[in-house]
């Protein structure tokens, strides 16, 4: 009975359960009706995102977001959902031939999610990939079967395939496994490699950086592109300093080192066998060049593990462009993969060639029966090999400028004539091979011995070929290595010889290398003969026109250094003023008060010539004088009166309409003025005194004694004496000044202390100073006459003092006959210049300044002398080594 009640309860609850069930099923669908009712339309709209190039294809990525909205009344969205999509865009009739503009014009108008504004955006990514490598069509070149001749695509799938660190252990293995297997696993390794997060884990992981260091050592001569992927891995690890270590510890520089200058042999010796069979004949002359060149790729150590050829390198369509080094360049790997082909397959061809084992009139008459067709498919396979050979130096090169940063290792390299090879590549014509070459030597030409070595090469030779070129990165760093290497004097002079000039002018209008340009122009200017070669360019005008055109208050510093050395050759100075241009200048250099260019300008006042055109502002000179704070350049303007030496300007007028005799004598207080001023100042007064009106004014004004108190306070400095006693004799040149010269100063007396100076301009001027004064005042002549005699006795004592203590020296043991000793013998005094004749005397003293021109500067005399201290107001200066002088002294007493 209880079984039966508990049976009826269990129905019971069962029939409920299905009864709550339908009634919630009926419930959904109702509900579902009603909804389905209100929902009237729905809403699509695609929002744009970024866009991107294909990694593979030529293909433009299109990432946008689709939004979808159910809507029941307008503006009242029942349900709402958004989606991230994208679409590839395949750009078919993209080739070399397209224009990126019109082509993105186009896929915008027809794609419709693309924003218009984003136009720019999607002809740059065009761009990028007419000028990348196709990796699509390298994907399905076919290559042909060296035994059967027929076709075999490459397998598309193995260029897509995806690298993941979770797998890298299996492309370890892949490392140990035959050639073609083991330039799949390097592949996949770089790509990892090549994404900066990664380079820790590969670190770490030593099995895989030794698998790799092992198979570039034993089959980097099996296959370039092998060699490429692995050298590449150990790029990326260069790239940052501190994995450093990892090429340290592996040996990757040296074996980079050994794998390059290989591959540079081989290349010349690949194209040697083409010369050879474009021009047969050449071979009859050159039998011994061409025979060493191939014994030594015969004596190379071939690998132990060499494959047999499988096929020959086809012709490229075209020539695929190497991307940058960054991640989001085209993977290098893939681009090599599609030109697979033994590097044993390479060596082969070249050993193949006809001249191998041929006598010379075999190889003649070989050479003439050779066929247009023979020859081309040589030079393609050439060509194509080049191309490879260029990724393999480039990725290695780079390597080595990355880890030459250590000065260690850059001294190793030098040593294994990284120099050498690096020379021998400028000859290349892939431009981003040659940009990564001058690179590298722009680095190492701050080095003295690698700038040695570079000028024994002849750089230079090769360095106008790369200025032709239309590419502006590599005319910029071909400049910068030409501005290391044009601070040696030597390459300079290279540089002009092989007329490198002209072609640098070219650039100063070319904003990007106008800097560097001048910089080089400069240092060519600091040589005197070249700066004559800058009249025949176009280079005076031009600066010139840049200074006047300039904007900024300031001058450009390396430009207005460049017009400063220009300025001092008198034909590129007469260029400087021709067409107004030097009032012009003037006008800026008052307007900024420019001490820069007013020291050009007054480098141009330096020309006899040209002293004409500055008559006009010798007032507005005069005016800065008294008026101008800034020294510098009332220093310049002060420089350019005394430049000024005009018979037809009066002087006199000048110095009292501006008031510049105060002003003078203010300048010549020892220790008030700078030695710039001071010296300037009296430079100026020297110019002055050639006006005898000019003169009396400066005596009337006692500037005389001022000149003499500074020549009692700078008697040390050789320049300041100089341009005092050139004062002294412009006055005395006029006989209406002489008078008060030699009565009323003590200059007399300073003079005779100074005719026997060690500075011989110094006594040039003196002695024409006291041939005046002895010519007007007899008690003068006489003073004069005995200080010469007593000077000359000094002198012949102690040279006689001299003689006698040569008798206790060795030297006179050789001379057994007394009458043979050589002191005080004619014969000897001849030699000591004691016998001058009258004539050649009087020549001396009459012709020192006597045309009253301004005696040389500080810059002419002995720098030796500027060392020894001596002081000017004593007797006792040490006798000159040549007794030039005694003559005078036996001259004097015949008169008497």
Not at 58 to 80: Q, R, S
Not at 495 to 520: N, Q
Request: net charge negative; with cysteine; aromatic share 8%.
């Amino acid at each position: 009975m209880l079984a039966i009640v508990f049976n009826i309860a269990a129905i019971l609850t069962l029939l409920l359960f299905v009864v709550h069930y339908i009634y919630y099923i009926l419930s959904a669908l109702t509900l579902s009706s009603m909804q389905s009712e209100d929902a009237k339309y729905i809403k699509k709209r695609s929002k744009g995102g970024s866009i991107e190039p294909h990694p593979t294809e030529k293909a433009i990525i299109l990432n946008y977001t689709l939004e979808a909205k159910v809507f029941g009344e307008p503006g009242d969205p029942m349900l709402e959902d958004s989606k991230n999509c994208q679409r590839i865009i395949r750009l078919k009739s993209l080739n070399s031939k397209t224009c990126p503009a019109a082509l993105a014009a186009e896929v915008v108008e027809k794609c419709g999610i693309i924003n218009k504004s984003q136009v720019a955006e999607v002809e740059q990514i065009i761009y990028y990939l007419k000028n990348r490598a196709d990796n699509s069509e390298m994907s399905t070149q076919r290559s042909v079967s060296r035994g059967s001749g027929k076709t075999v695509p490459v397998d598309a799938e193995k260029v897509k395939e995806k690298a993941s660190i979770r797998n890298l252990d299996e492309y370890v293995e892949l490392l140990y496994e035959d050639l073609q297997e083991r330039v799949r696993g390097s592949s996949l390794i770089l790509r990892l490699a090549r994404c900066p997060d990664n380079l820790e884990e590969l670190e770490r992981n030593e099995s895989v950086l030794s698998a790799l260091a092992r198979v570039l050592r034993e089959d980097w001569k099996k296959s370039l592109e092998l060699s490429t992927n692995i050298i590449y891995i150990f790029f990326c690890f260069s790239t940052y300093t501190k994995f450093h270590n990892v090429i340290v510890q592996y040996r990757i520089g040296s074996l980079c080192m050994e794998i390059i200058e290989y591959e540079l042999r081989h290349y010349d010796a690949k194209k040697h066998n083409l010369e050879t069979w474009k021009n047969p004949e050449k071979v009859v002359k050159d039998t011994s060049k061409s025979s060493d060149c191939l014994d030594t790729l015969m004596n190379e150590e071939k690998p132990k593990e060499m494959e047999p050829p499988r096929r020959r390198i086809p012709e490229l369509k075209q020539r695929p462009k190497s991307g940058n080094w960054s991640s989001q360049s085209s993977s290098m790997s893939s681009s090599l993969r599609s030109l697979n082909s033994s590097y044993h397959e390479n060596l082969s061809m070249a050993l193949d060639s006809p001249v191998n084992g041929m006598s010379v009139s075999d190889v003649t008459t070989v050479g003439q029966k050779r066929t247009k067709e023979d020859f081309d498919k040589l030079n393609k396979q050439l060509k194509v090999y080049t191309m490879k050979q260029e990724q393999l130096l480039r990725v290695a090169f780079y390597l080595l400028l990355n880890i030459a940063e250590n000065v260690t290792f850059e001294e190793k390299m030098r040593k294994k004539n990284i120099v050498k090879m690096l020379i021998k590549l400028l000859d290349r014509q892939n431009v981003e091979v040659l940009v990564l070459v001058v690179t590298f030597l722009k680095k190492l030409s701050i080095v003295k011995d690698n700038k040695d070595e570079m000028y024994e090469l002849n750089i230079v030779e090769k360095l106008p070929r790369l200025l032709q070129t239309l590419y502006p990165d590599l005319i910029q760093v071909t400049l910068k290595l030409i501005f290391n290497l044009s601070f040696d004097g030597a390459l300079r002079a290279k540089m002009i010889r092989i007329g490198l000039l002209p072609k640098l002018v070219t650039y100063l209008s070319d904003d990007k290398h106008h800097g560097i340009v001048v910089r080089i122009l400069y240092h060519m200017s600091m040589d005197d003969k070249v700066k004559s070669m800058f009249t025949y360019t176009e280079c005076v005008p031009l600066v010139t026109d840049m200074l006047i055109l300039n904007l900024n208050p300031e001058s450009d510093l390396e430009l207005i250094a460049l017009c400063i050395n220009l300025a001092l050759n008198k034909r590129n100075a007469q260029q400087m003023t021709e067409n107004n241009r030097l009032h012009t200048l003037m006008t800026r250099a008052f307007k900024y008060q420019d001490s820069l260019l007013m020291k050009m300008i007054r480098n141009i006042s330096h020309h006899e010539s040209l002293r004409g055109h500055f008559v006009d502002f010798v007032g507005d000179l005069a005016k800065v004088l008294t008026d101008c704070d800034n020294e510098k350049f009332m220093v310049e303007c002060l420089g350019i009166l005394a430049n000024l030496s005009l018979p037809d300007l009066d002087y006199s007028s000048l110095l009292q309409e501006y008031n510049l005799i105060p002003w003078i004598r203010d300048v010549l207080i020892p220790g008030k003025s700078s030695d710039d001023v001071v010296l300037d100042t009296v430079v100026f007064l020297g110019t002055c005194a050639c006006d005898e009106a000019c003169t009396m004014l400066l005596c009337k004004a006692e500037v005389i004694t001022s000149l003499i108190e500074l020549l009692k306070a700078k008697q040390e400095d050789d320049e300041m004496v100089l341009q005092i006693v050139f004062v002294f004799q412009q006055i005395l040149r006029n006989e209406s000044t002489r008078d008060y010269m030699i009565k009323e100063t003590e200059s007399p007396a300073y003079l005779i202390d100074l005719m026997h100076d060690k500075n011989p301009e110094i006594r040039k001027v003196c002695d024409y100073c006291l041939d005046k004064i002895t010519l007007y005042d007899e008690e003068w002549a006489t003073r004069l006459k005995l200080e010469r005699f007593r000077n000359y006795n000094e002198q012949w004592i102690n040279m006689v003092e001299s003689y006698q203590e040569m008798e206790d020296n060795t030297y006179y043991d050789q001379f057994e006959d007394d009458d043979k000793q050589p002191y005080l013998t004619a014969d000897y005094l001849d030699q000591c210049m004691l016998y001058q004749s009258e004539d050649s005397d009087n020549m001396r003293v009459n012709s020192a300044m006597s045309n009253g021109s301004r005696p040389l500067s500080r810059y002419s005399r002995d720098f030796e002398e500027l060392d020894m201290p001596k002081s000017r107001r004593s007797n006792s200066d040490e006798m000159d080594k040549k007794i030039t002088n005694t003559a005078e002294l036996l001259t004097d007493l015949e008169l008497e």
